[in-house]
């Protein structure tokens, strides 16, 4: 089992940006495809982006963030990051990293253990 602390959220202006960060400690950070997920209220989770574990040879984005985030990992440090560009409204939400054992998912139940998450807040 991975734990999985996020933290980077907070309020900003729309076209503002944020880089959110999610230290891993307990089984070998590297050896996992990691992903990260939004939920808005009301919402069900959404894939946001996720990278593969070889130090991010593959990456993947959901449609409405790509080229705005960018999703980078820190084997080093144990520590995955989504850089956040050009934030909209509509990017509000709680945002949870999540750590694949399976390569490289792009849905929730690809995903075995997840963090707390972290609100993100955009004003218009």
């Known amino acids: 089992q991975v734990q999985l602390i996020e933290s980077g959220g907070g309020l900003v202006q729309a076209g503002g940006s944020l880089r959110l960060s999610c230290v891993a400690s307990g089984r070998t950070f590297s050896g996992y495809g990691m992903g990260w997920f939004r939920q808005a209220p009301g919402k069900e989770r959404e894939f946001v982006a996720a990278i593969s574990w070889d130090s991010g040879s593959s990456t993947y984005y959901a449609d409405s963030v790509k080229g705005r985030f960018t999703i980078s990992r820190d084997n080093a440090k144990n520590t995955l990051y989504l850089q956040m560009n050009s934030l909209k409204p509509e990017d509000t939400a709680v945002y949870y990293c999540?750590?694949?054992?399976?390569?490289?998912?792009?849905?929730?139940?690809?995903?075995?253990?997840w963090g707390q998450g972290t609100q993100v807040t955009v004003s218009s």
């Open positions: 999540a750590a694949t054992a399976n390569g490289l998912g792009l849905y929730t139940d690809e995903y075995n253990d």
